[in-house]
T-cell receptor, first 116, second 112 residues
């Protein structure tokens, strides 16, 4: 009974291609995120959506475009892929704050993107 | 601005000995702090979280962490390491928008 699921798990593609990664959560959460983990395992947020609205948009090339058709889905589309885009991309979701404190995020298994 | 610093990039312990993974945070307001674990080629799993209810927080798999405001620390401990604890551990602080800010990670190795 997967809480946050993303597909595909592995993605190998050539430079210049366009690809998408899909994410779905069945936790009833209002907020979804995309994080990028680089080769040194450093994790950094890319985007955050709350109820289909963009909340956080970090300094990410505009080749990356998130799309949230409903609050259970947040897909990531990447145009004109570059070698430097190779990384593991994690989708996550969280509920609204609890008593003024932030609740934890639940993560998907990650998508390992390799651009050749 | 919120930030976390994990003081060790790699920690190695023997099975059955205590584990200590160190984390210092910086926050302009009362922080939400978390420890996540990532096993090889896996996603991130929450170990525990601090949300101001109690300074000593117990998590899964025997891990716990103590929030010390005077030291701005949130170190992760476990009394006795198990081989299955070998993984990458991340100390995390959350900002007011729910954005998670990750530390650099600490790789824990457990020797038999």
């Amino acid at each position: 009974d997967t809480a946050v699921s993303q597909t595909p798990k592995y993605l190998v593609t050539q430079m210049g291609n366009d690809k998408s990664i899909k994410c779905e959560q069945n936790l009833g959460h209002d907020t979804m995120y995309w994080y990028k983990q680089d080769s040194k395992k450093f994790l950094k947020i890319m985007f955050s959506y709350n109820n289909k609205e963009l909340i956080i948009n970090e300094t990410v090339p505009n080749r990356f475009s998130p799309k949230s058709p409903d609050k259970a889905h947040l897909n990531l589309h990447i145009n004109s892929l570059e070698l430097g885009d190779s990384a593991v991309y994690f989708c996550a979701s969280s509920s609204d704050r609890d008593e003024g404190m932030n609740t934890e995020a639940f993560f998907g298994q990650g998508t390992r993107l390799t651009v050749v | 601005a919120q930030s976390v610093t994990q003081l060790d990039s790699h920690v190695s312990v023997s099975e059955g000995t205590p584990v200590l993974l160190r984390c210092n945070y910086s926050s302009s307001y009362s922080p939400s702090l978390f420890w996540y674990v990532q096993h090889p080629n896996k996603g991130l799993q929450l170990l525990l979280k601090y949300t101001s209810a109690a300074t000593l927080v117990k998590g899964i798999n025997g891990f716990e962490a103590e929030f010390k405001k005077s030291e701005t620390s949130f170190h992760l401990t476990k009394p006795s390491a198990h081989m299955s604890d070998a993984a990458e551990y991340f100390c995390v602080v959350s900002d007011r928008r729910g954005k998670l800010i990750f530390g650099q990670g600490t790789e824990l190795s457990v020797k038999p």
